[in-house]
């Protein structure tokens, strides 16, 4: 079973900066892709940003391309999400996710597939 575990959120105001954690463990960590989504009050979830299991390719929303940065250690088993010039609408949840297991090797697996969700670390973006 995948086990997710989220760390790095907290209080900061508009334009400061945060990086979120993810350790990961239950499966080998390397061949898949992985995600951060995030969830604000009365919103819809939104994916955020993913990560290859290849070095170097990442995928951004439109929200945050140009201010977080996806990145991953595959000899710590962790993903970040560095969050930069932060705005008030970046308040939310947030969820460090990993895709199913068929979706091995796949580089940017269909938002729908992260199957395996941490318990979510808030971030309060003051205006």
């Known amino acids: ?12 105001q508009a334009g400061g900066s945060l990086r979120l954690s993810c350790a990961a463990s239950g499966r080998t960590f390397s061949p898949y892709a992985m995600g951060w989504i995030r969830r604000a009050p009365g ?4 994916f955020v940003a993913a990560v290859s299991w290849r070095p170097g390719n990442t995928y951004y ?33 947030y969820y460090c996710a990993a895709p199913k297991g068929s979706y091995l090797y796949v580089d940017n697996p269909p938002a729908g ?13 003051s205006s």
């Open 61 to 93: 929303a439109d929200s945050v391309k140009g201010r977080f940065t996806i990145s991953r250690d595959n000899a710590k088993n962790t993903v970040y999400l560095q969050m930069n010039s932060l705005k008030p609408e970046d308040t939310a949840v």
């Open 1 to 12: 079973q995948v086990q997710l575990a989220e760390s790095g959120g907290g209080l900061v």
């Open 43 to 46: 919103k819809e979830r939104e």
């Open 113 to 125: 597939s992260y199957d395996y969700w941490g318990q979510g670390t808030q971030v309060t973006v």
